[in-house]
Nanobody
């Protein structure tokens, strides 16, 4: 079973930046499309962006132009660079595969103050 460990969250002012990391166990990582998701209080978890094993990325409108996903297959790690953060980006952020692995990590909390 794949284990996912997210890190890098914190408290930041609006307009600031954070870089999230997600370390994954398992040998299938390099072949798996990976995504970043988030869940805000009282809302459903949403997919923000994903990246193929070969590095092709796709972004949804809420983060396009502000967030950048990347990966290092040698380190089994996927990253999310978040710039121009807004208060509405406040959420717990998770990584997982597409489709997801069936279990989730603990996530990392991002709080953006206005």
């Amino acid at each position: 079973q794949v284990q996912l460990v997210e890190s890098g969250g914190g408290l930041v002012q609006a307009g600031g930046s954070l870089r999230l990391s997600c370390a994954a166990s398992g040998s299938i990582f390099s072949r798996k499309t990976m995504g970043w998701y988030r869940q805000a209080p009282g809302k459903q978890r949403e997919l923000l962006t994903h990246i193929t094993g070969g590095g092709v990325a796709n972004y949804f409108d809420s983060v396009k132009g502000r967030f950048t996903i990347s990966r290092d297959n040698a380190k089994n790690t996927v990253y999310l660079q978040m710039n121009s953060l807004k208060p509405e980006d406040t959420a717990v952020y998770y990584c997982n595969g597409l489709p997801n692995f069936g279990s989730w990590g603990q996530g990392t909390q991002v709080i953006v103050s206005s």
